[in-house]
C-alpha cells in the first residue's frame, strides 16, 4: 500500500459519521488532519460546511482504496439547490456560464458543472496536500 493510500486511510479513519449523517473531525485525530479538513474547507472560505466533511470523506475513502475520486454531481435537484444554500456557491455557477456561455441546456446543468468542478477542487487540494506529506516524511 503506498503511503499516500495509509495516510488517506489515516485521515479518513479520523472523519467521524454522527447523528444525522454529520462528519466530524475526531478531537484526538492527527494535526494533520485537522490541517488538511481546515484547508480543504478554504477554497470557499466555509468551514465548517457538512457537504464539504461528507464529501472529503467520500474522496478520501477513494484514494484510501488507491481510486480515482467520483466527481458526479448529485441528481436531485433538492440536494443541489441544497448545496447552494449551504456555502456561497452561486459564484462557481457564475463562473460555468462564463466558462461555457450557451453551451449548457438549463440552470440545474449549470449548477451540477459548477458543483462537479468543486468535487475536482477538493480533490486536488487532498492529493496535493497527502503527496506533501508523504514526501515530508521521506526526507
Given at each position: 500500500?503506498?503511503?499516500?493510500?495509509?495516510?488517506?486511510?489515516?485521515?479518513?479513519?479520523n472523519l467521524s459519521v454522527?447523528?444525522?449523517?454529520?462528519?466530524?473531525?475526531?478531537?484526538?485525530?492527527?494535526?494533520?488532519?485537522?490541517?488538511?479538513?481546515?484547508?480543504?474547507?478554504?477554497?470557499?472560505?466555509?468551514?465548517?460546511?457538512?457537504?464539504?466533511?461528507?464529501?472529503?470523506?467520500?474522496?478520501?475513502?477513494?484514494?484510501?482504496?488507491?481510486?480515482?475520486?467520483?466527481?458526479?454531481?448529485?441528481?436531485?435537484?433538492?440536494?443541489?439547490?441544497?448545496?447552494?444554500?449551504?456555502?456561497?456557491?452561486?459564484?462557481?455557477?457564475?463562473?460555468?456560464?462564463?466558462?461555457?456561455?450557451?453551451?449548457?441546456?438549463?440552470?440545474?446543468?449549470?449548477?451540477?458543472?459548477?458543483?462537479?468542478?468543486?468535487?475536482?477542487?477538493?480533490?486536488?487540494?487532498?492529493?496535493?496536500?497527502?503527496?506533501?506529506?508523504?514526501?515530508?516524511?521521506?526526507?
Amino acid at each position: 500500500m503506498r503511503k499516500v493510500q495509509q495516510l488517506a486511510e489515516i485521515a479518513y479513519e479520523n472523519l467521524s459519521v454522527g447523528v444525522n449523517n454529520q462528519v466530524f473531525t475526531n478531537p484526538d485525530a492527527p494535526w494533520w488532519v485537522w490541517d488538511l479538513v481546515r484547508k480543504i474547507h478554504d477554497i470557499d472560505e466555509q468551514l465548517p460546511n457538512d457537504w464539504v466533511y461528507q464529501k472529503t470523506k467520500e474522496i478520501l475513502f477513494c484514494f484510501m482504496n488507491g481510486e480515482e475520486p467520483d466527481i458526479t454531481p448529485d441528481i436531485y435537484h433538492y440536494e443541489l439547490l441544497e448545496w447552494l444554500k449551504s456555502a456561497p456557491h452561486w459564484g462557481r455557477v457564475d463562473e460555468i456560464l462564463h466558462d461555457f456561455p450557451g453551451e449548457l441546456s438549463s440552470l440545474s446543468n449549470a449548477i451540477r458543472a459548477a458543483q462537479a468542478r468543486k468535487i475536482e477542487e477538493m480533490a486536488a487540494v487532498i492529493r496535493d496536500y497527502l503527496e506533501e506529506l508523504e514526501e515530508g516524511s521521506q526526507e
